[in-house]
């Protein structure tokens, strides 16, 4: 399976790295062998191969900071575009991992487009295209008879993707509701032990949940753009984000923490889609209820179903090997799926 990979930022690095160390174990197991034979970044630069790129000089390269440090190879292409890769016609898949863009999805969106009309699978982790504009990217990748799959978008490695549309298949889905966010999951946990607001942010920030500008995650959108995938993937929905009633955790104060722990109640942020729409709130739970135990930066997702009742899966929502797992699921998911 030859791929190109947009991004090889923490997460290409990790997926590099996974193929690396699982490479023989994959092939003996799955009878599944990849080559990374592109990789566009906006920073290190871009280099392509259709004979297969060495992933120890892409990673030794990318620790330098530029792949103007990848070892010459005969046949090594530098400087070309996510679109003239493409063009080329060697690649089976693209694998989309450049940083979310939750306005636009641009210009991730136009060379998942491209991608599918050259008849490329396509796996992302990218979450912009997928909120944004998922069915039409859905019903192209139908009419060209390729695969377009996105279970790293949602709570990483975690898999709700393939719970939900796979493993729960003959269920009636009517709520997907969870913690979709582990730096707000982070710092509320915190705030219950007794840190002040701007103390959890500041400690997120030292330990890299949250970033400088932490305003995707406190505020709820990151969350959001979750909810829209799980709306569009569930339901057909066609949510965007002016659909859905949003808020964070900025307004949640020691007193409301105090009065929620007095209450047998904890505060979690909790995204929630159903049928009917979607929504990002921070709600206080009773202890009962399983998305109350979630603590730290992990992820969490309930889905209520007509024939199993409530399923919850809990599990990492993000990190370098954890995502991904994820993607390399979804490759080995497209290698089951070829020409079904």
């Given amino acids: 399976m030859k791929l190109l990979l947009i991004g090889f930022g923490v997460v290409g690095q990790g997926l590099a790295e996974i193929l690396r160390d699982k490479a023989a174990r994959l092939k003996q197991e799955q009878g599944f062998s990849a080559q990374i034979i592109g ?13 297969g790129l060495k992933i120890a000089g892409l990673l030794e390269a990318a620790r330098s900071g530029s792949f103007v440090d990848y070892p010459e190879q005969a046949g090594l292409r530098r400087g070309l575009s996510a679109s003239e890769m493409i063009a080329v016609g060697a690649a089976d898949v693209l694998v989309e991992m450049s940083p979310t863009n939750l306005e636009t999805a641009q210009p991730a969106l136009s060379i998942c487009h491209q991608a599918l009309d050259a008849g490329l699978h396509l796996v992302l982790a990218n979450k912009g295209p997928v909120a944004l504009d998922y069915s039409n990217l859905r019903a192209k990748a139908q009419a060209k008879r390729v695969q377009m799959r996105y279970e790293a978008t949602v709570m990483a490695g975690t898999p709700t993707m393939q ?9 009636a889905i009517t709520s997907a509701r969870g913690i979709l966010n582990g730096t707000t999951n982070y710092m509320l946990t915190q705030m219950e032990g007794g840190l002040s607001y701007a103390e959890a942010l500041a400690q997120a920030q030292a330990l890299g949940y949250a970033e400088t500008d932490p305003t995707g995650d406190v505020e709820g959108w990151d969350a959001a753009g979750k909810v829209i995938i799980l709306a569009n993937a569930l339901y057909g929905a066609s949510l965007t984000m002016a659909d859905l009633d949003v808020s964070g955790i900025t307004q949640i104060s020691a007193d409301d923490m105090a009065a929620a722990k007095a209450a047998g109640e904890r505060y979690k942020l909790i995204a929630q889609a159903t049928p009917g729409g979607g929504s990002v709130k921070a709600l206080r739970l009773p202890l009962s209820d399983p998305l109350a135990s979630v603590a730290g930066a992990a992820n969490a997702i309930t889905l209520e179903t007509d024939l199993l009742g409530d399923v919850t899966l809990i599990g990492a929502g993000a990190g370098k090997l954890e995502t991904g797992s994820a993607i390399l699921s979804d490759l080995l998911a497209v290698q089951r799926n070829r020409g079904r």
């Fill in 163 to 171: 719970l939900a549309e796979e493993a729960l298949a003959g269920c």
């Fill in 39 to 51: 990789v566009v970044t906006g920073s290190k630069g871009t280099l392509f191969l259709s004979d």
